[in-house]
C-alpha cells in the first residue's frame, strides 16, 4: 500500500478543544474499564461460582492484553492510520463490555474482560493522535488533560461499581461500558480527523502471536500455582513453555524487517532501565491498589480486613482517584520543565513511601487510605510518541 513518510508538516485540527475533548475523555472510559470489577473481586468467587484464583483472571487477562494491544494498535495505527484502529479498538472494547453482561459463566466473563484491556491501545492511540493533528502549543495540555481524566474515572469508577452492583447486578455495569465504549466510537467518528502520517511495511503477525503466547503462559502459572501445586506437571509445563515462547519470540524480533517491539532499542541502556523502572513502578501501584481494596472488605474475622460494604469501600477510596485527577498534570509540567527522567524518579520515590507507609502503619482506615493515596499520586499516565 502506498504510504506517506514521517513529517513535520501535519495539518492540525480545526477544532482542536474539541479534539481534546473528545480524546481526553477515552482515558475516563479506559480507567473505568480497568477498576470495573476491582471492587467485586472479594465478591465474585461466591457470584460466579469459581475459585479466587479464577476470579483474579477478570484483572490478569485485561492486563496481559493491554501488554499485546498497545504495541500492536501502535504499529497498525503507524501503517492504517491512527483514527482507523482507535475506531476499531473502541468498537472491540464495547463488544467485549457487551459479552460481558450477557456472559452465562467465568469463563466468558473472563474472554470478555480481556476484549476490554484493548482499551489500554485506545490511550496510546489517542495521544498519538493528539500529537499528529493538534497544533504543538496545545499538545502538552492535551495529554495533561487525558492523564487527568484517567483519575476522574478511577475518582468515579470505585464508588460507581459499588452502588451499582449493591442495588442492581454486576451485570449492569457491563452495560454501562457499553454504553460508554459506543459513544466514545460515535464521538471519535464524528470530531476526530485521520492522521496524515504513514509508516507502511508490514505487519509482525508472528511476534503479536508469540508475545501473546507467552504472556499467557507464564501468567496462568503464576496465578494457578498454589491452586494446582507449584511442582505439578501442568504449572512446570507452563513455566517451560513461556521460556522456549520467550526466547523464541526473541530470536524472531531480532530477525524480522520490521518487529512488533524493537529490542535492539529495547537493549540500549537508557531504554531498557527506563522500561524496567516503569514496569516496577505500574507492578507496585496496581498491586497495592488491588491490596487497599481487597483489605477494606475483607471480614473483620481475619484479622487485617475491616468489613466494608461495596459502597463505603468506593467511597473510601475516593481520595485515590482526587490524588490522580490532581498529581497528572502536576507530573506532565515536571516532566515538561526538568526531564522525564526527574518526573520517573520523583513518582517512584513517592510510591515507595506510600508502599512502606501500608506495610508498617497501624490497622486503620485513615491511615491505609492516606498511605495508598500518597501511591496513587505516583501515577501518571503513558505518553508514547510517534513510531516514526
Known amino acids: 500500500m502506498p504510504t506517506t513518510p514521517c513529517s513535520s508538516e501535519v495539518v492540525t485540527s480545526p477544532r ?59 504499529r497498525l495505527g503507524d501503517m492504517y492510520g491512527k483514527r482507523r484502529i482507535l475506531l476499531a479498538g473502541l468498537g472491540i472494547v464495547t463488544v467485549g463490555s457487551v459479552l460481558g453482561a450477557v456472559a452465562p459463566n467465568v469463563g466468558v466473563l473472563i474472554a470478555a474482560r480481556a476484549l476490554q484491556g484493548i482499551a489500554m491501545g485506545v490511550i496510546a492511540l489517542g495521544i498519538s493522535v493528539m500529537r499528529d493533528v493538534l497544533p504543538p502549543e496545545r499538545v502538552g495540555s492535551g495529554i495533561a488533560l487525558m492523564s ?8 468515579i469508577g470505585l464508588p460507581l461499581t459499588g452502588v451499582v452492583a449493591q442495588q442492581a447486578s454486576w451485570r449492569w455495569l457491563f452495560v454501562g461500558a457499553a454504553v460508554l465504549g459506543a459513544l466514545q466510537f460515535v464521538l471519535v467518528l464524528l470530531v476526530v480527523r485521520e492522521s496524515p502520517l504513514r509508516s507502511g511495511g508490514r505487519f509482525d503477525l508472528p511476534g503479536a502471536v508469540g508475545l501473546s503466547g507467552a504472556l499467557v503462559c507464564l501468567l496462568l502459572a503464576i496465578s494457578k500455582g498454589n491452586e494446582w501445586g507449584w511442582g505439578s506437571a501442568l504449572v512446570v509445563g507452563l ?24 529490542l535492539r532499542v529495547s537493549a540500549r541502556p ?16 496496581f498491586a497495592g491498589f488491588l491490596v487497599t481494596t481487597q483489605i477494606l ?14 459502597v463505603v469501600a468506593g467511597v473510601t477510596l475516593l481520595p485515590i482517584g482526587g490524588a490522580m485527577t490532581i498529581f497528572s498534570p502536576v507530573s506532565a509540567r515536571v516532566s515538561r520543565r526538568r526531564g522525564a527522567r526527574t518526573s520517573l524518579v520523583l513518582g517512584a520515590t513517592i510510591l515507595g513511601v506510600g508502599n512502606l507507609l501500608m506495610a508498617t502503619l497501624p490497622g486503620s482506615i485513615p491511615l491505609i ?3 495508598s493515596t500518597t501511591t496513587a499520586i505516583a501515577r501518571r499516565s503513558p505518553t508514547p510518541r510517534s513510531h516514526c
Open 239 to 262: 513455566l517451560v513453555a513461556a521460556a522456549v515462547l520467550f526466547a523464541v519470540w526473541v530470536v524472531w524480533e531480532l530477525r524480522v524487517g520490521r518487529p512488533l517491539v524493537d
Open 148 to 155: 487527568s481524566s484517567l483519575g476522574i474515572g478511577g475518582a
Open 270 to 285: 537508557a531504554v531498557l532501565w527506563t522500561n524496567v523502572a516503569s514496569i516496577a513502578v505500574g507492578f507496585g501501584m
Open 297 to 310: 472488605q475483607a471480614p473483620r474475622a481475619t484479622g487485617y480486613g475491616f468489613g466494608l460494604s461495596l
Open 16 to 74: 482542536p478543544t474539541v479534539v481534546i475533548g473528545v480524546l481526553a475523555s477515552c482515558g475516563l472510559a479506559v480507567s473505568l474499564m480497568q477498576t470495573l470489577v476491582v471492587p467485586l473481586l472479594p465478591q465474585f468467587p461466591r457470584l460466579l461460582s469459581a475459585s479466587p484464583a479464577t476470579v483474579a483472571w477478570l484483572v490478569t487477562a485485561t492486563l496481559v492484553s493491554a501488554a499485546v494491544c498497545a504495541p500492536v494498535m501502535g
Open 369 to 371: 487510605v492516606a498511605a
